[in-house]
């Protein structure tokens, strides 16, 4: 395959990577994204609470939307003890088991504070307090009272992220945190740039939208779905490689990096839809890959399938390795393969289409 990333491409996902955008507080990323994109599309938007959407063709009766979702789990602050300890509350889906000794930045109104998640050395634990929990894990950020931790700008409330930053591993892996899901937000805004580049023109307005709130259910993208009203709706997001030590097969379906897209199938999907993302799958030989799902995708898909009349969706996902953790990897090649099978798929869809099963 032609290669698609370009270094000044990956220059962008390494800072748009390496900065923050904790669910409910995404507009530092957004601002990073929208600066990209600017160049390649006509117009754009900002809704109420931060999802941003670039147009293509603005003002032309048949909407299309390629989506992701821009935030990242988080912790927020929930208690600080009189000795400066501080204790904390989720904000999506924070995993408490990788949290012992790590760094973290909390963004306060006067700039980031570093602190660390304390944890108890091994010559002094107790069997029942050797599994971390939420009643357990505590942020440490060098203070001996809680006045100094207020000093400091931090308060209830202040969210706080992982330190971890961008890496490529061995040459053709990248690995971070919160490329769930805003190496999907790189994506599509490379599809933007390959349409400007390419001189390709679609008889329809293309909606290029980086919806927040994702992580705590779906909920930037129930807003702005209802605000385009599109005709029709590809969400890109991650799904699980379970090709890794201890993950069950049985559950979990079998998808794995470096073998393409993933296409799934579920009561979200619509069917002709799916069926015209695989044609144009085979036709210019991108490999891809096949999970299903029970009742919902669990993605933005679900939030576009169900607003308004019904919008007929459809989802591609990235293979991605250790989900939720600061050491989520993809392979580049799958990056570069998503990236060309929303290109091309677009090509596909003519104007006005109807997708109904039934006319």
């Not at 995404?26 to 959407?53: C, M, T």
């Not at 000093?151 to 992982?162: I, N, Q």
């Amino acid at each position: 395959m032609k290669k698609i990333i370009s270094s000044k491409s990956e220059a962008f996902l390494t800072k748009y990577l390496n900065n923050a955008s904790p669910t409910g507080f995404e507009s530092e990323g957004q601002k990073l994204w929208l600066s990209y994109i600017q160049p390649y599309v006509d117009e754009y938007f900002v809704d109420n609470y931060g999802s941003v959407a670039g147009v293509i063709n603005p003002g032309m009766d048949y909407k299309v939307v390629i989506e992701a979702h821009a935030d990242e789990i988080s912790w927020f602050v929930h208690y600080i003890t009189k000795d400066g300890f501080i204790y904390l509350r989720r904000n999506g889906g924070s995993d408490h088991m990788i949290a012992p000794s790590k760094r973290v930045k909390i963004h306060t109104d006067k700039g980031t504070v570093q602190a660390v998640f304390g944890w108890p050395a091994i010559h002094m634990r107790h069997a029942k307090e050797e599994t971390p929990s939420m009643k357990n894990i505590f942020l440490d950020c060098g203070c001996a009272s809680k006045a100094e931790v207020e000093a400091l700008g931090v308060h209830v409330g202040c969210v706080a992220t992982f330190e971890d930053e961008f890496i490529i591993l061995n040459k053709n892996k990248y690995v971070g945190r919160a490329l769930d899901n805003r190496i999907g937000g790189f994506m599509i805004a490379e599809v933007a740039r390959l349409l400007k580049e390419t001189k390709t023109k679609l008889p329809f307005s293309l909606y290029i939208v980086n919806a927040v709130q994702e992580e705590i259910g779906l909920r930037g993208a129930e807003m702005i779905a209802h605000k385009i009203k599109p005709d029709l709706a590809l969400i890109t997001d991650v799904c699980h490689d379970t090709a890794t030590p201890m993950v069950d097969k049985i559950e979990n379906g079998d998808q794995q990096s470096g073998l393409g897209p993933v296409l799934t199938y579920g009561p979200a999907v619509q069917n002709n839809f799916l069926k015209q993302i695989i044609k144009a799958a085979t036709d210019n030989k991108i490999p891809f890959q096949r999970a299903a799902v029970s009742r919902s995708t669990g993605t933005d898909t679900d939030a576009f399938a169900y607003s308004n009349e019904g919008v007929p969706s459809a989802l591609i996902s990235l293979p991605l390795r250790y989900m939720h953790t600061t050491v989520e990897m993809v392979q580049k090649e799958d990056v570069e393969h998503c990236i060309k099978l929303i290109f091309e798929t677009l090509k596909t869809v003519k104007k006005g289409q109807d997708f109904r099963y039934l006319k």
